[in-house]
């Protein structure tokens, strides 16, 4: 071998194990930069008085997300940063539910008198004066479910699914019964499912049974099949422009007060909040609000007076001598009182999400 090429395999040797190390440096710092992160996010998770210090850095690291989940008061907050929700721009409320939320609206012209169970306005139109920007297109119906063909209510027609066709229909066809919509403006309501756990846990005994389910499934199964219903039309409502969905929990009366179908009522609304976290996390610009109306209940029944009521726990219609602005509940629905402090609480958190 001559003297050149000898020194060509010196150098290029020489280059290789210099590669080779700066190499090793880079992945030995990247490793290092990772335990670095892991260690921070482990310490930003501790929040004792020693990791106050921190506060700075663990807000940075909370940036590293594309999206945010949090928690608020008897709410979890699901906030895309691409598809910003703004509450000061939200022009449209469109809800669907069940007597909780219904206004008894006229389905043709989209008009409502306002009549509902709580002998006043049900938590929409008391939002409606707090925030009066808004424009309603309510689609909730007096005993309502997800499915009649699940929970069957012989005397109601228009459960979710029915509500949904309603929507897309009057949105589609007939634009002018609303503001012009779209995916910034437009806040989606959905408040439903009280009435179908009452009846999956009763089976239908014959053709004249009402309030009951025709299927041989587990109360579970049905559950699931409920959920799976209610969030393939959020979906649908994802692909015609939806981004900003408020989700109610469920809390029958009976089930703040006795513990009735408690533990199928806690399957429900995990079932919600689990399949919400599951869809924000495959669609980044969508707003999930899950808010927990069985926790607001218990905050109202636990400090009754702070709230200027004077019964929380008691319907109205047993004890009609007495006051109706002094009860939350005036059966299983909230009274016209009960239902302006959900509405508040409701015009505040949506406000405060801009801040």
Avoid at 84 to 109: A, C, P, Q, R
Avoid at 131 to 149: I, W
């Amino acid at each position: 071998m001559n003297v050149n090429n000898k020194s060509s395999v010196i150098i290029t040797l020489f280059f290789a194990l210099l590669f080779i190390k700066l190499d090793y440096a880079f992945i030995l710092k990247e490793s290092n930069n990772l335990k670095l992160l892991q260690r921070f996010k482990k310490r930003c998770q501790n929040k004792s008085i020693n990791s106050i210090r921190f506060s700075k850095k663990c807000h940075s690291l909370g940036m590293l997300n594309n999206n945010e989940i949090s928690e608020k008061k008897n709410s979890v907050i699901m906030l895309s940063n691409s598809s910003k929700f703004d509450y000061n721009k939200i022009e449209n409320l469109i809800v669907f539910g069940d007597s909780h939320s219904s206004v008894n609206t006229n389905f043709i012209d989209m008009s409502y008198s306002g009549n509902s169970h709580s002998r006043g306005k049900n938590w929409p139109l008391h939002l409606l004066d707090f925030n009066n920007k808004l424009k309603l297109l309510n689609f909730a119906s007096s005993g309502a479910v997800v499915d009649s063909n699940i929970a069957f209510h012989r005397n109601n027609t228009i459960d979710f699914l029915k509500q949904y066709k309603l929507f897309y229909e009057k949105t589609t066809f007939e634009k002018k019964s609303l503001n012009e919509w779209n995916s910034y403006n437009t806040l989606f309501v959905i408040y439903i499912g009280t009435n179908d756990i009452y009846h999956i846990n009763h089976k239908c005994k014959n053709e004249h049974s009402i309030f009951c389910t025709k299927n041989n499934k587990s109360v579970i199964d049905n559950i699931n099949n409920i959920i799976d219903i209610i969030f393939n039309i959020i979906y649908k409502l994802y692909n015609i422009g939806a981004r900003n969905i408020l989700i109610f929990t469920i809390s029958p009366k009976r089930y703040i007060l006795n513990n009735y179908l408690k533990n199928d009522v806690l399957n429900f609304n995990n079932n919600i909040i689990e399949k919400s976290k599951y869809f924000f996390k495959k669609h980044s610009d969508i707003n999930f609000i899950i808010y927990n109306t069985a926790d607001k209940f218990k905050d109202i029944i636990s400090n009754c007076n702070m709230y200027k009521l004077k019964n929380c726990t008691n319907m109205w219609k047993l004890n009609k001598e007495d006051n109706l602005s002094d009860y939350l509940w005036f059966d299983s629905h909230l009274t016209d009182h009960g239902n302006k402090i959900l509405a508040e609480d409701i015009n505040y958190l949506l406000s405060s999400l801009n801040n």
